[in-house]
């Protein structure tokens, strides 16, 4: 991996005082300098830079290097301009330097970047004539980097700290400049013994479904930024996809076959568990008790833990103990969240200098979180715990589960991700993929951690107790979008506004993490920064055209953070013009009882378009076209006229499919056609409901058996579902007479006389091909049947029958053959020979028409 400088474009702007200047390729040789790591000793006092570089003299080059101050007039203005558009601040709040205020800086002629050497002035010891030197070079790369991480550095180098400028005009920071980074202190308390008993939910853990859970992979990746300033040697963003993909990988194949053994004698005395970490949550022991507190089983390694837990069989789980059984459904949800890449990192900080990474369950997407609040409710308390010293401490309130359940993530994370090469080598590599404890403590490192925290904080938008709201209303003219701020503690009081926000008092102290969390959600929807710049006082007002692209694309990306929008009820099901019909009966609405029905001579239909439920011609619908365009109210709901999407509906009706009588029936029963809703005439639906009409059919004449009431009633589907074309499936278990209900469906369709034209083809195993024709033989000697199989078939004999006996191995060879005949009906034995949709006996079999 390169080391690349100037990644953002203020580091950029920084390094074009270097870019036209090159005295006999010092430019090159002061960058290999600084990627060689001899830079040393960097020092930023005011306007003032100084640093020392190992060269080829025994001594380091000493450097000096001196920007111009911003005049007491340069620095109000900056300030000014900061505190007349809180989206300008918002922006510096994350670290972010808008362009906007380098523009309108330059417009008044103040220079926050050199624009060439000539704007400083540099010395270095070494004997080099050419100013800037490679020694000189060499640091400007380096602070180039800084200034990516942290921009503020960029005013601070002229001598103008910008926070301390916007409080002395009574903007109050309050120490806001620095956005949180969560200290495991925070995530403990004292060990306090709590008498309230844990009541296993019964009802929750028969609603508890880990399949729920979907890859979440795409969703959290695209709410990270691609310009990861910590890693200067690639994409980080890169990596962690990689590092996704690669933990998946590697878990679906540790996962070992659940296997229904019987449960351990530990396992089913196990009654009590305590999972010890040290103070910097590293494993320490897993001690098993049982109901007398006695000790049973005593883990004191990760791995031998995880080992124990897989063999605990999933069928035995109702007789573990509520302990026991918690802790292998949160083993298990967390190999379900590696799998499905559903997890995040959250970093957390050690003391004053240390850094490490946990995984967290990811609670931004709402079935995680759903799953994760079921099991929650399922775990008992007292199962963590930490040692500090001598001594003990247990998880905070609200983060008992969370941190039972990181615990397992952070440990499948670190142990499977099988990351190579240099990324394990960096302090970032190690601190998000090892679950290593880091330091970053040189000049270019001890920005990491918060340019890190930064990049995280899109995931933890929604953990905050003051989260931003979006709300949509609709009038006539078009749509109104405003942003509000909601206090989850209390759901119930009323949105804060913007402009609340910005002029009460009350708000002071919440005013900055929320323009922290709008400048991020403004990286997805920029009109966000127009609100802030009046303060709210200005709303955002789109047309019908204009809204389609705030509602397709940009209101979906700000729903991944789990950020609520709040639209119209109207809003909520968008309506889209659709292909349908009008259906109408061409018969009385009666039809025989004991004939096939061909539905293509007793129904007509007309193709419509669907609006919702109105129906209207290809005439009318052209008509109001012509009027609207874009997201349109009509009869209190919303339509979406799309350009692409008419044409494609137009070009359907100028040359619609044709509907076999199997798609007609499908389409008058569901009264529907592809999402739309279908117009079914008096009679039709007179026709239908005599159709599905439960009816007693009688038992064939000559049926030489009796059949019993659950075969009748079998018997009586299947031939009602061959009168009006529908396919059946019969799956009783072995013995309650399948065959024989078959038989006698297909003797009534005889004695119907519906075998005068066509036949029937029954699809066999080759060892029950005997089986079926001496149990027709049996049951309904008046059924004439001819096997067709073996080196001698033929399929004249089939003139004189009414049922052609076959195995798939024939289907296979002759199926072209088979194809060309017409069939009544097909049955298909052990249907399970035809399960794989992509082998050639299915394909075979599944070309026959019936």
Known sequence: ????????????????????????????????????????????????????????????????????????????????????????????????????????????????????????????????????????????????????????????????????????????????????????????????????????????????????????????????????????????????????????????????????????????????????LDAEFDFLTCNFRNNKGKLILHLDNEEDLMEWLETIPSSRLDALAPELRALFLTFRLAEKLVIQSACIPQLLKLGTKHYRIRWLPALINEEVKIVFEKLQALTPPNILYYKKGKDIYQPCKGNIYLSLLSFFISYFFNSCHNLKGKINETEVGRLFFNGSLEHFATFESREYPMAIQLWLNKFYIVDKQYIPVIQVTDSEAGFQVEVAIENTKKPNDPLVTLPQLFKEHSYTAIRLPILRDLAMLSDYFPQIDLLLATKGKEKLFFDAAGFVHILFKILPSIQLFGIKILLPKALRKLIRPKVSMVLESRESGVVSKSSLISLDNILSFQWQIAIGDQLMNQREFLKLVKQFSGIVKLNEQYVFFDEKEIKNLLDKLEAPPELDSHQILQVALTEEYEGAKVSLDAKTKQLIDGLLKEEKTKIPKKLKATLRPYQQRGYEWLYKNTRVGFGSVIADDMGLGKTLQVIATLLKLKEDGEFQKHKALIIVPTTLLTNWEKEIQKFAPSLDTHVYHGSNRNLKALANAQILITTYGVIRSEGAKLQKLKWLVIVIDEAQNIKNPGTAQTKAVKKIKA
């Open 1 to 276: 991996m390169r080391k690349t400088y100037g990644n953002t474009w203020w580091g950029k702007e920084w390094l074009n005082a270097l870019a036209q200047i090159d005295y006999s390729n010092r430019l090159p040789r002061g960058r290999t300098y600084a990627n060689k790591g001899l830079v040393g000793d960097i020092k930023i006092a005011g306007n003032k830079i100084t640093s020392s570089v190992k060269g080829s003299h025994f001594k380091a080059y000493k450097i000096s290097i001196t920007i111009p101050k911003f005049s007491a007039k340069q620095k109000f203005q900056i300030i000014e301009m900061v505190t007349d558009n809180p989206a300008l601040l918002s922006k510096l709040l994350n670290r972010n330097l808008p362009n906007f205020l380098n523009q309108s800086c330059k417009r008044i002629g103040i220079d926050i970047f050199p624009s060439s050497w000539n704007d400083m002035k540099g010395s270095c010891s070494c004997p080099d004539w050419a100013v800037p030197c490679k020694h000189m070079a060499a640091t400007l790369y380096l602070i180039a980097n800084e200034i990516d991480k942290n921009p503020f550095i960029v005013f601070q180098l002229h001598d103008f700290d910008l926070f301390k400028g916007l409080e002395g005009v009574g903007y109050s920071m309050l120490g806001q400049q620095e956005t949180h980074i969560t200290k495991l202190s925070e995530l403990m308390v004292p060990f306090s013994f709590d008498e309230e008993k844990f009541v296993w939910q019964k009802e929750v853990y028969k609603d508890l479904d880990f399949s729920k859970i979907p890859n979440c992979k795409e969703q959290l990746l695209s709410i990270l930024s691609s310009q990861a300033v910590f890693f200067p040697l690639g994409n980080f963003k890169s990596v962690l996809e990689k590092a996704y993909r690669s933990v998946a990988r590697t878990m679906l194949k540790r996962i070992k076959k659940n296997v229904d053994t019987e449960l351990s004698s530990t396992m089913d005395s196990t009654d009590e568990i305590e999972l010890l």
